[in-house]
Antibody, heavy 119, light 109 residues
Framework: QVQLQESGPGLVKPSQTLSLTCTVS??????????WSWIRQHPGKGLEWIGY???????YYTPSLKSRVTISVDTSKNQFSLRLSSVTAADTAVYHCARGGGVGAHDFWGQGTLVTVSS | QSALTQPPSASGSPGQSVTISCTGSSTDVGTYNYVSWYQQHPGKAPKLMISEVSKRPSGVPDRFSGSKSGNTASLTVSGLQAEDEADYYCSSFAGTNILFGGGTKLTVL
């Protein structure tokens, strides 16, 4: 059973960079046919796709955040990471990592981690 | 690309059926048979209920079914049970992008 766990600071100051890591267990991040996503959920709101990465390092981002987002992968640690720069209060959300299959369905999710942007 | 459109709420009594719609466009839902549906209980991670429009992952009750017509996908929950009360989100793979709907709160009366 694949498991994902997010980790990182729960509080980030405005204008700084949000950094989160997702550790994958129970399966290899290098397994073909999957991609690894970051998805966020503003308090009381719906899901927002941020971006995803293949184990090869090829990444895709949602257009609205593309200028501020970087997703990277470390296959040796079975981890992938999210960096979101120049954060504002509008970036306060629960951030989930998830595994996606070739047809875009996310079958395994992390529990999510709340990141608050505040001074 | 805009988010997919879902009704904010839906409801039904135990044993009844409820259908939740998800409207996209010809560049996402209308083109790709890559619509998935997620169930999310409060404070929990989303759970995949339907993939590829109508496929149920192992362990998902057959009370949950999906379909698509044109630019609109639908999730039907038959034989409503109390534990089905949750938020439901649709999603579509659109080329290299992924879109989510705004979510529908399903209430079991």
């Amino acid at each position: 059973q694949v498991q994902l766990q997010e980790s990182g600071p729960g509080l980030v100051k405005p204008s700084q960079t949000l950094s989160l890591t997702c550790t994958v267990s129970g399966g290899s991040i290098s397994s073909g046919g999957y991609f690894w996503s970051w998805i966020r959920q503003h308090p009381g709101k719906g899901l927002e796709w941020i971006g995803y990465i293949y184990f090869s390092g090829t990444a895709y981002y949602t257009p609205s955040l593309k200028s501020r987002v970087t997703i990277s992968v470390d296959t040796s640690k079975n981890q992938f990471s999210l960096r979101l720069s120049s954060v504002t209060a509008a970036d306060t959300a629960v951030y989930h990592c998830a595994r996606g299959g070739g047809v875009g369905a996310h079958d395994f999710w992390g529990q999510g981690t709340l990141v608050t942007v505040s001074s | 690309q805009s988010a997919l459109t879902q009704p904010p709420s839906a409801s039904g009594s135990p044993g009844q059926s409820v259908t939740i719609s998800c409207t996209g466009s010809s560049t996402d839902v209308g083109t790709y048979n890559y619509v998935s549906w997620y169930q999310q209980h409060p404070g929990k991670a989303p759970k995949l209920m339907i993939s590829e429009v109508s496929k149920r992952p192992s362990g998902v009750p057959d009370r949950f079914s999906g379909s698509k017509s044109g630019n609109t996908a639908s999730l039907t929950v038959s034989g409503l049970q109390a534990e089905d009360e949750a938020d439901y989100y649709c999603s579509s793979f659109a080329g290299t992008n992924i879109l989510f709907g705004g979510g529908t709160k399903l209430t079991v009366l």
